[in-house]
């Protein structure tokens, strides 16, 4: 429990290092709460980071959010932080229908650009952004959305202990309890793209198309519960989908805003079909076979719950009649804060035990934008496809996507 209170203690004040004089410094768009988290909380540790700038709708609450998290500069709106020629680079955590008309004016403004998950409030957006001329251009813009907990090494661990072309079915879940919403947040506002698909579900439906190695035919059912008045109005606050992946492998995501009291992490299970194995020690006329359920506990917050939990079925058959002679389980669990603890490829990469998933990520959008090499990357591809899912689903619920702002076209 020590280590434990220790390692959280050391995620959440992190030791603060000397910052190069070519750190890249970032302005932040509106005073949101995941703002600490994505960026504020990792750039402490990050030499080639600094937070500059902030800009909000309510002044006030910027100057508050700056003086709270130590921010030099406070800007009287958007479009004054991305004309500072001292910004390089900007997060856009702001509401999800707000994502799309911001991120494309700071690319074109020639700022880097952290975008909050989903990137956009459908496809047709999702196509438009990162297809923009201006990212291919020499010394273009660097555009990145923030699925942080991809670049954790648990996510790499639990990816390498199966192969995506044997998987044979996934299902991955999360909740937020009951009180830790209420109708008024931005994720309950259909005008602000707001959504349960859109708000945790976006994790789960990124976890089945990483674990498939590909997108998906079709979804086969999407139920939801959702508002039917007011500015929520065709909200859902949970999902519950069902999708075909190509060679009839089924996927299930389910995701709730209003879930039961107690908390429990978000997972994702893995179930991949049976392989032969050999085995000097049966006759010919045995056969054997493997299969592996292997489950990741805590897929968005790899800080909290981790842990990734193995077990392989070994079956023996008789070989004419297929009649099942004998039948055992392995059982093996894992965790990986650091790209050491995951081994492997991994174990010579950059990380320490105080490094959550945003710091992970963060390394790597330096990385990019220092034209380093990177470990891993979201391509700007993987998010349209992400966004195509999303807009699946909805259109599978009745809800429909959610509707495309016009403001950057």
Known sequence: MAALTSRLWSCFMPPKVEKSPDAIKFGIFGAA??????????????????VQAIAARDRSKAEAFAK?????????????LLS???????????????????????????????????????AEEADILFNLPELSQPNAPVLLE??????????H??????????????????????????????NFQYNLSGGSIMAMGTYNLAALRLAFGAEPVECLSCETEAFTE????????????????PGDRIGEATTTLKGPTW???????????????ADSKLPNTHEKTQSRHIVLHGLIHGVFWHRIDVTDVYTVRDRESGRVISKNQQKTSHKAYTFKEAGGQFANLPGDTHWMSYRYQLEEFVNKIKGRKTQYWVSGEDSINQMKMIDMAYEKSGLGPRPTSKAAL
């Not at 923030?146 to 996510?155: D, E, K, V, Y």
């Not at 202990?161 to 947040?185: C, N, Q, R, Y």
């Not at 994702?268 to 049976?274: K, L, N």
């Open 68 to 80: 709270k998290h130590g921010i030099p500069e406070v800007k009287n709106s958007y479009d004054e």
């Open 84 to 122: 500072d020629p001292n910004i390089d680079a900007v997060l856009i955590p702001l509401p999800n229908a707000l994502h799309f008309e911001w991120a494309v004016k700071a690319i074109r403004a020639g700022k880097h650009v952290l975008v909050e998950k989903p990137s956009t409030s459908n």
């Open 33 to 50: 709460q995941i703002a600490p988290l994505t960026l504020i909380i990792p750039a402490k540790s990050h030499p080639e980071v600094v």
């Open 157 to 186: 661990l639990f990816t390498s202990l199966f192969d995506p072309a044997d998987v044979d079915h996934v299902h991955s879940e999360s909740m937020i309890p009951w009180w830790g919403t209420k109708e008024t947040d931005i």
């Open 146 to 155: 923030a699925f942080h907990n991809r670049f954790f090494p648990s996510w």
């Open 230 to 245: 007011g500015p929520q109005k065709g909200c859902d606050w949970n999902f519950k989908a069902k999708f075909r992946f």
């Open 263 to 277: 908390w429990t992490p978000s997972t994702v299970t893995v179930t991949t079909r049976e392989k032969p194995v």
